[in-house]
């Protein structure tokens, strides 16, 4: 990995971790859910990156994939359990992290604790030539351990520049498979935690896009929109509330893109019988036997 790979990987991970801590500040009863994605992602520019993908607010049952819009009114109440999953990317070298908050109660401690210690286990153990069944090990031991299963149909993964999901998984489960972390791949590991059976389900539309191949259409107003967000987002994830910069009219022209297959849209994931779930997360850099942890934050902002 060459130096300037290097720093922006770092760059990025920093940024996104202290917009991960700023929204754990935000995060209250009362709260709206655009207010804080709005904040963390103005945060993420303010600092010289640019967000990675749309502010993921997951909340109790949901377990990923849903960004507000702008005209959610919905507020955070006590006892909500928050999954707040932020990225930031300098150049296209991305940092993806995630932590769970609870809303003046602590009746969840235990189940927030197992996905904090499950990636913590799982960090410990990332090297190269470390298969990602023996990482998936680890967690689900930690998770069971502690009296809840992981979830088995979500996954960490490996990033390259520009690509959120770059083709390797890192299980949260034993899978058997037995391929290999290899030096300076940059991974994202991410437990999830629940008190449910351990699976999710696509659910509604959470708002959240990405670029499929280019083709053409006779709509060449809703073609040259397209041109102007893969230029912008690459083939990073968007959402709606960021179109309108480019058009006014983003929400009919993203619909026809969505309808001719030019983009496509991620669904929220919950929990299959309704069991809450908890998310932690950490990016790392694999050195040799070691891994670098880029999104790790030492004080609160």
């Not at 990675?52 to 005209?71: D, K, M, R």
């Not at 935690?193 to 389900?201: L, Q, R």
């Not at 990073?236 to 983003?250: G, M, V």
């Not at 309704?274 to 694999?286: D, K, L």
Request: aromatic residues 6%; charged residues 30%; contains cysteine.
């Amino acid at each position: 990995m060459n130096e300037y790979t290097l720093q922006c990987l770092k760059k990025a991970g920093a940024i996104a971790g202290e917009a991960r801590q700023l929204a754990l500040d935000l995060i209250d009863e009362g709260v709206r859910y655009i207010d804080v994605a709005i904040e963390v992602e103005e945060y993420i520019i303010k600092k010289g990156a640019k967000p990675a993908f749309p502010a993921n607010i997951s909340v109790n049952e949901v377990a990923a994939h849903y960004t507000p819009s702008l005209n959610d009114d919905r507020r955070f109440r006590e006892g909500d359990i928050v999954k707040i999953d932020v990225g930031a990317h300098v150049d296209g070298y991305i940092g993806d992290t995630a932590a769970t908050v609870e809303i003046k109660t602590r009746k969840r401690d235990h189940l927030i604790r197992a996905a904090d210690e499950a990636l913590r286990v799982a960090l410990d153990i990332v090297g190269d030539g470390v298969s990602v069944s023996m990482i998936g090990g680890a967690i689900e031991r930690t998770i069971k351990d502690a009296g809840f299963r992981p979830v088995v149909n979500l996954t960490g993964h490996s990033m390259t520049r520009y690509n959120l999901h770059a083709g390797l998984s890192i299980p949260n489960i034993d899978d058997g498979i037995q391929a290999k972390i290899r030096n300076d791949m940059v991974l994202a590991i991410e437990p999830f935690a629940t008190d449910g059976i351990g699976e999710v389900k696509s659910g509604k539309p959470g708002n959240i896009y990405r670029v499929l191949a280019e083709r053409p259409i006779k709509d060449e107003k809703a073609f040259e929109f397209f041109k102007q967000v893969r230029e912008r987002f690459n083939t990073l994830p968007f959402c709606e509330r960021w179109c309108y910069e480019i058009d006014k009219n983003a929400s009919a022209m993203l619909r026809t893109l969505h309808r001719h297959g030019l983009i496509s849209s991620y669904p929220m994931l919950n929990e299959i019988k309704g069991g809450i779930v908890t998310q932690a997360e950490h990016t790392v850099i694999v050195h040799d036997s070691k891994s670098e942890i880029t999104t790790i934050v030492k004080r609160s902002l």
